[in-house]
């Protein structure tokens, strides 16, 4: 079956960085959209990056990144990534790899074929 395994959250002080890593397994992965969600305590899970099946710069962010984070993907080796620097305290939040449907641009949860277990980010000011 599909496994996403998300690894690399951790607790950051703000403006530090952080780098998410998503093993996958169970899918032909250079055949996915592959896109990253989070979701805050209290709070609806949300949008944050999706990146193409290629790779590359086919890639799109939600809009409260302003720069600050970057998606990218090596398909032989069937990972995700989400590098994030210049973290706020408003990013805290478990942090979830998926494999989405759908064009490369802002998607809801509706557009997410298979979610990983997630990992959390705790940054403190």
């Known amino acids: 079956q599909v496994q996403l395994v998300e690894s690399g959250g951790g607790s950051v002080q703000a403006g530090g960085s952080l780098r998410l890593s998503c093993e996958a397994s169970?899918?032909?992965?250079?055949?996915?959209?592959m896109g990253w969600f989070r979701q805050a305590p209290g709070k609806e899970r949300e949008f944050v990056a999706v990146i193409s099946w290629a790779g590359g710069s086919a890639a799109s962010y939600a809009d409260f990144v302003e720069g600050r984070f970057a998606i990218s993907r090596d398909n032989p080796k069937n990972m995700l990534y989400l590098q994030m620097n210049s973290l706020k305290p408003e990013d805290t939040a478990i942090y979830y790899c998926a494999v989405t449907r759908g064009r490369v641009q802002t998607l809801d949860t509706t557009y997410v074929i298979y979610w990983g277990q997630g990992t959390q980010v705790t940054v403190s000011s």
């Open positions: 169970g899918l032909t992965f250079s055949s996915y959209n």
